[in-house]
């Protein structure tokens, strides 16, 4: 790193004389050591916290407690979760999380940009801070708003007799729909940042070249916010993946969803070995994730160029 | 040392016509779909669902009188608070780091940030209870049992704290390094420092209050995170607010709704009061 500072940014005399003194040496070798000790409480904390229950949850997957007390290994649990109601929750969850997905990504995308180039900075503010809210706080106070709005006692369900027209909220559709109450926030929120990154300048040359409006976004503004897009995909769908609060606070939910499985065998008063089948379905939730954000860096790393 | 503050906002402003015929229809519809849960969860809770039921406003006095209601919410913001601690402790030396000393650290500190989102909220609940188990069937006479007991104390179960500072990181991460890209970290500090700038002035009124955007958005969505978690606190038998209010939903409905909706709510003009503060501040200091 060297000190290459124009002398116009130091205006006071006082730093100018300071500036005369020597280098101190020895200060710029030490720094590469400090600057891991930066770096090193983050990878700690992450490998106690998020590294042990992962290894117990590893290590409950394949054993179990056989009749003696003991703890041995077996394939069973994970047997268990590739057949019957297990396999159709893991499946019915990835059904969700795709469509829902690939559904807000579709809509936020006009959305976040009618928004960025809003002239009303209110508006703005009000958006984003609404989605942050929405995103993160969502969960259960969602469940109770769509519950309330379309539930079997919903204010809407009533007044248009819904429920004679044979709508339910707790089908997969209905799910659907509230998934997409916290993804497409959440895909607005990813989104801006990377729509205000495109350099007016970028436009501008597209038109010095007599691009149209779509040519700009066909060549120019699409292929860079590409990785962004993919991304928030990926990052949508691990939400509604690992979404748990919403689905178990929609009380009467009759969809399979591998998340509420999980919860109800960890917690019910289940049978012996139950708990261990629950982990190994945990086990499956990470890989699948594991696999759609692997899949989602080989795609990024090619791309992300512009926007950084 | 404000005046290096970035310029930053929306930088497109196009208005032609049928932009913002455009705009209209991209929003109208959206505008529609976010609203109308919300109104008509406001109409559930003052008993404009039911026919049957008079209109009154009993489920927001009741918050004031309901017992649990604030000893969830008070355990919930301090649980908010530890964690906002711990997520910028941990996060903004690496951060730094990275970007000042460490550049081969990098690929390193974004991986460790992402892996959170490859371990959902319940099966990371499951391997915690797991891993608490353990106190009880191996590490009975050891110091692991204090140890994993002291984490658990239902005044101030630290394990909460852990693991949602642990489910915070990828949202943080990505709200700071959005804010650093925006910033040119390495040409400031370089500045500060040619000014002969100690590392803690270069720090705090360099390159933190370049960051203000970025640290309040992420301190205000961690206390939304915290406020609205229910996966890790249910499954480990703890009641904070997200599963007090479903634990009630089922025999005070209009209840439950109406805390949920205050909390929505107020979470949200929280967080628009801290955006405005923010940039009044910023623009006071650039003018």
Redo the contacts between chains.
Sequence with gaps: ?T???PGA??ADAG?KT??QEPQAPGRRAA??S??????I???A??AV??G???A??AA?SITTTNDAGGTVFTDANFAATFDGPYLESLMGSIRLSALTAFVATM?SL??A???????F?GL???VL??S???A???????A???????GN????T?FFGLADKGWSLYTFWGLAIVY??FL?PLMVL?LT?A??G???QW?EAAQNNRATGFQYWRHVAFPILFPTLLSGFV?LF?SA??A??TA??M?GSSIPLV?VK??SA??GDVLVGQSNI??AL??D??IV??LV?GIQLVLQRRTSRWL? | MALLTAPR???????APE?RL??TI??AP?VV??L???L??L???VG????RQKPSLDAYTAIFTTDGLAQSLGLTLLLAGATIILVF???L??L???R???PR?KA??AV????????????????????LR?ATDWLYDTPGFPLLASLQQPAFPVILV??Y??MA?P?AY?TLE?GL?AIEV?VLV??A????ASWFRTLFLVILPNLRDALL?TA??TI??V?????VS??LGFQPF?VW??AI??SHAQL??AV??V??IG??LI??AV??LGRSKASKETS
């Design positions: 790193m000190l290459t500072a940014v130091v730093a300071r500036r720094r590469p400090a600057g891991w000790l930066g770096v409480p983050l990878l904390f992450a916290v998020l042990l229950p992962v117990a949850m409950g809509v006009p959305l940009y009618a928004i960025v180039t809003s002239r900075r703005r503010e009000a801070s609404a942050g809210v929405i993160n706080f969502g969960g259960v106070p969602l109770f708003a769509f519950v309330s709005t379309l006692a919903g204010v809407l009533g997409l109450y497409v990813t940042p729509l205000d495109l350099k007016p436009r990052l691990g993946f690992s748990y609060a178990a606070a009380v998340t999980i919860a960890l917690t629950a982990l945990g086990m939730m990470i994730a594991a954000i950084s | 906002g929306p930088r497109v402003r196009r208005t932009a455009g705009r991209a929003l959206a779909y976010f109308v849960p919300l008509c969860a109409a559930f809770t404009l669902g039911d026919p402790g941990l996060l030396p690496a730094l780091a990275v000042l000393v460490a650290a390193l500190v460790v940030c992402m892996l959170p989102l490859v371990v959902p909220a319940v099966a990371l609940g499951a391997g915690i209870t797991t891993v353990w852990l693991a500072a642990l990181l949202l990505t959005a890209n390495k370089e500045a420092r040619s000014c002969r958005n205000f969505l939304a995170m406020l609205g978690e229910y996966a249910a499954l997200a209010t479903v939903s089922g439950s709704v949920s909706m909390g929505l979470t949200w967080l628009l955006a405005k």
